[in-house]
């Protein structure tokens, strides 16, 4: 049976088959089967089932022949192209001799037999199925792999099945037999699985809510494309169910490659102009094709951005490309800051209009005019959302980018001109900064920087590297149990908060927090530890302030703060001690030795601020809030308080913005003690 006639009867079996209430039709039965071209047995038995399979066609069975390493001697060319994947399967169902043929994964007939095959596939199509495998495509795309692409739509909720994707030779023949058992014709030889063939990929889909899926295999060049076809099926890894499968022909009608060079991450100056990224489209189909080439981005204020190429003028968002067969399109990306600075995620995309299915992106990263620079560390992890909603729940002032150190390695020329670097390492506790950026960052430390770095184990990891001793001043001493919660001990607004680190909406990341002490004067500790070790007391935290850089440490994930608005206040603390050195740490005696009142912090806020102030003696205080005629406004604490150091929280949501005052009126000892301060409120 030719394709097209095949793809037809298979047209009108769906249709047929689509009133089907209680389920599916089953598009086709899977039959796994296993061979080797050393095996005698295989030899009489492949040509009965080769056969069999023929007379149902391809619209009611599909098959995979995956050939192993025995019997005889390990040198069948079929296993040794793809030795991993074989095994696997080879392995999924405990096959240990061959022939051996799997029906939809239950019928087992290890035991090979017409009979048992032929009832197999009848009795499996005629079972419904829970869902059914739509709009499967395949194509070249490029000389080394296939593109495929398909929707999973549920007839009834299915959860934690797997979907593997495969790539088949349909007919391999030689002139003479390459193995030792006479074979000469070799069918649905297994070539290539996607994402593997044994786990396969955890699909999740219901009525509605169809999943989809697209899938890259490997090929060899010298493989004839009419000669390929891909099947996708679902099956069930605790019973080894196939659910659904279906199959469709590899296309080289419409192909193409999108390729591009440009790094994922750049800083550049906001005057510089233009910056251009260059991208190639290679219509390696048979067919002339237009390419859809999209730009989009969350563009900063300011900045201008088009894509053109050759003979298609520029445009800011989308350009029609047409290549004919073999042939190649340059596109250029335009992008230009004008001055000012900010932080660009941006895609640029192109999509095959012969075939609409088949797509290719790349996504980026561009900043400009940093104040700050946050460095995603984490190995790959996903840390980063904490930094990133912090930074905007804080609403920190000035533009801020993010650096990803597992995409591109950061250079000095990037931390130029750049006010504050944020670093974090995640949960990582081996090279947690290579030797590379520990120098960069002592050298932007040398010119004036200012670092806030977060991490448990940066500590272990960097404890005898100069970068920690000489630039830190820290002193590792141990690793934490995770459990612990954290006091600020100096400085304000530092002295005054208190978080865990386990629990909450924090990354529940920390088991190797680092224990320090400082190292030397230089050093000053921000936090402590409430968890002691054999009755001693650690920091959590230090300051340095050496004339020339600051830098504050903290020896554990800031990420892992339980509240959201601990992380935002503590990052926004540490930011506008680095930025502005007010309030710098300094180790307050137990006891305060004045009446004080210190400035809220944040201000300007929106809408929440800590009004910091200190009692040297137990007094009788009140803290009011006035607006601009002198009318009270909010009453925030009013009673006896004890000797020392003290914060109330003011919400003012129910306000609206302008300038308003606070006073502190305490009465203790011999002392009136009365001071007022200005706040803003910003909405």
């Not at 990582?428 to 932007?444: A, F, G, H, S, V």
């Amino acid at each position: 049976m030719n394709r097209n006639v095949r793809s037809l009867f298979a047209a009108i079996l769906l249709l047929v088959t689509s009133a089907v209430s209680f389920g599916a039709q089953r598009q086709a039965v899977l039959v796994d089967g296993f061979t080797q071209w050393n095996c005698g047995p295989c030899a009489s038995w492949n040509p009965q089932e080769n056969t069999i399979l023929d007379a149902f066609t391809r619209d009611t069975v599909v098959a995979i022949k995956t050939h192993g390493w025995w019997p005889g001697a390990n040198n069948d060319a079929f296993h040794l192209w793809n030795v991993a994947e074989s095994t696997q399967r080879i392995n999924y169902y405990g096959c240990n001799w061959v022939p051996w043929v799997m029906v939809d994964g239950i019928i087992d007939l290890s035991n090979v037999n017409a009979t048992g095959l032929r009832n197999g596939v009848r009795q499996r199509y005629t079972t419904p199925s829970p869902c059914t495998i739509d709009g499967l495509a395949a194509s070249t795309s490029g000389p080394n792999q296939v593109s495929v692409f398909g929707t999973i739509n549920a007839e009834q909720d299915i959860t934690g099945m797997r979907l593997m994707v495969v790539l088949i030779s349909d007919l391999i023949t030689y002139q003479s037999a390459p193995g030792s058992n006479g074979e000469t014709q070799f069918p649905e030889v297994f070539r290539d699985a996607y994402p593997n063939f044994n786990t396969g990929e955890v699909i999740a889909a219901s009525p509605g809510t169809p999943y989809q899926f697209e899938a890259t295999l490997n090929r060899d060049p010298s493989w004839d494309v009419e000669n390929l076809t891909v099947i996708a099926f679902v099956q069930n890894n605790s019973t080894h169910e196939v659910l659904q499968a279906n199959y469709t022909f590899v296309s080289q009608d419409y192909a193409f490659s999108f390729t591009s060079e440009e790094p994922q991450q750049n800083i550049v100056p906001t005057d510089g102009g233009n910056v251009n990224y260059t991208y190639y489209i290679d219509n390696v189909g048979l067919l002339q094709d237009t390419y859809t080439v999209d730009l989009a981005g969350n563009w900063p204020t300011g900045w201008t951005h088009t894509v053109e190429a050759n003979g298609v003028p520029a445009n800011p968002s989308s350009i029609d490309v047409t290549v004919p067969s073999q042939g190649t399109a340059t596109i250029t990306v335009r992008i230009n800051p004008n001055g000012n600075g900010g932080n660009c995620a941006f895609a640029v995309s192109a999509t095959s209009v012969g075939q609409p299915l088949f797509t290719a992106s790349y996504d980026y990263r561009l900043m400009s005019g940093l104040d700050i620079l946050i460095v995603d560390g984490d190995g790959g992890d996903d840390y980063e959302t904490y930094y990133e909603a912090a930074f905007n729940d804080a609403e920190i002032a000035g533009a801020w980018g993010r650096w990803d150190t597992a995409l591109d390695a950061l250079d000095i020329s990037h931390l130029q001109g750049v006010d504050v670097v944020v670093w974090f390492t995640g949960d990582m506790w081996q090279e947690t900064l290579t030797p590379l950026d520990q120098l960069n960052l002592q050298d932007y430390l040398d010119l004036g920087g200012k670092l806030f770095i977060s991490g448990q184990g940066i500590g272990f990891d960097m404890r005898n590297d100069q970068f920690f001793i000489d630039y830190l001043h820290a002193q590792y001493n141990r690793n934490f149990p995770q459990g612990v919660s954290i006091t600020g001990v100096n400085g304000w607004p530092f002295q005054t908060m208190s978080f865990d680190i386990t629990g909450g909406t924090g990354a529940n990341n920390q088991t190797r927090q680092t224990a320090l002490h400082p190292r030397d004067a230089m050093a000053i500790p921000l936090f402590t530890y409430d968890q002691q070790y054999q009755g001693e007391t650690f920091e959590a935290g230090l300051t340095v302030d050496n004339g020339t850089y600051r830098a504050l440490y903290l020896g554990f994930g800031l990420e892992a703060i339980s509240a959201a608005e601990d992380r935002a206040a503590l990052l926004a603390a540490g930011i506008n001690w680095l930025m502005t050195g007010l309030d710098a740490p300094e180790a307050p005696s137990a006891t305060p030795a004045e009446f004080s009142l210190m400035q809220n912090f944040p201000n300007p806020f929106n809408p929440e601020t800590t009004i910091p102030f200190s009692l040297p003696v137990r007094a009788d205080v009140s803290v009011k809030i006035h607006d601009l005629l002198g009318r009270e406004v909010a009453t925030l604490t009013q009673g006896v308080m004890d000797a020392g150091y003290h914060a109330v929280n003011f919400n003012a949501s129910d306000l609206s913005s302008g300038v308003y005052f606070y006073t502190v009126k305490a009465v203790g000892g011999n002392e009136n003690f009365s001071a007022t301060r200005k706040l803003v409120l910003m909405k």
